[in-house]
């Protein structure tokens, strides 16, 4: 329930409706557009090992756009019950450019 609302908070944050969060498929859609992936990279998460690999890519990204480190992006993809609250509900602001 807490990742729900924290997801839900996130994709407000990042100007995308909260709703999404409950939608399947679609919060992953959402995910990649947050990360500025397309969205049709969504098809990956269904493909085994390689959504792992996207799933990190996706958060680093989310981290960076954040103003996170990619530590913390690693920390959004395997403790994302964590990690997604400190995220949502902290004073960080989602910037559409990816800071370096």
């Not at 990742?3 to 992953?28: C, D, E, Q, S």
């Not at 390689?50 to 993809?77: C, E, M, Q, W």
């Not at 994302?80 to 949502?88: C, H, K, M, N, R």
């Amino acid at each position: 329930m807490i990742t729900l609302v924290a997801t839900w908070k996130v994709f407000t944050k990042a100007g995308k409706p909260g709703w999404g969060a409950i939608i399947p498929v679609y919060n992953i859609v959402l995910l990649c557009n947050i990360a500025s992936k397309p969205g049709w990279w969504a098809l990956f998460y269904f493909i085994p090992l390689l959504n792992i690999v996207v799933d990190v890519i996706v958060f680093d990204r989310i981290a960076k756009r954040f103003g996170k480190s990619s530590r913390f992006g690693l920390g959004l993809t395997f403790l994302s019950f964590v990690f997604l609250p400190i995220l949502a509900f902290s004073s960080a602001r989602y910037t559409s450019k990816r800071k370096r």
